[in-house]
């Protein structure tokens, strides 16, 4: 199983990125995709999660209505749309994959997930 994500970089405060998730090695509809996140010398706090379907998305406080989560079942991708950055965006953004049926409650607890990215970072400048 791998999931490999790309599209990070370097971006001014305000600006917009789009990450990718593309996973190989399992049955893509089957399973959940949650991005998490983490900035130096703090833990790992989730971003946004989308359902197998697509049909339902969860998105942490700190970027609801900035960030928005779709899918392409058809090349197993996932996409995480990042608009109006902040400088505390800043960090190594990681997909992660779940076979499991997601909730409000549970889609960000990172033990619901069983396969990670290596992560790409992303860097907003002020």
């Known amino acids: 199983v791998q999931l490999v994500e790309s599209g990070g970089g370097l971006v001014q405060a305000g600006g917009s990125l789009r990450l990718s998730c593309k996973v190989s090695?399992?049955?893509?509809?089957?399973?959940?995709i949650a991005w998490f996140r983490q900035a130096p010398g703090k833990e790992r706090e989730f971003v946004a999660a989308?359902?197998?379907?697509?049909?339902?998305?969860y998105y942490a406080d700190s970027v609801k209505g900035r960030f928005a989560n779709s899918r392409d079942n058809a090349k197993n991708t996932v996409y995480l749309q990042m608009n109006s950055l902040k400088p505390e965006d800043t960090a190594v953004y990681y997909c992660a994959a779940s076979p499991r049926t997601l909730y409000s409650g549970s889609a960000s607890d990172p033990r619901e997930y069983d396969y990670w990215g290596q992560g790409t970072q992303v860097t907003v400048s002020s």
């Open positions: 989308i359902s197998r379907s697509g049909g339902s998305t």
């Open positions: 090695g399992l049955t893509f509809d089957e399973y959940a």
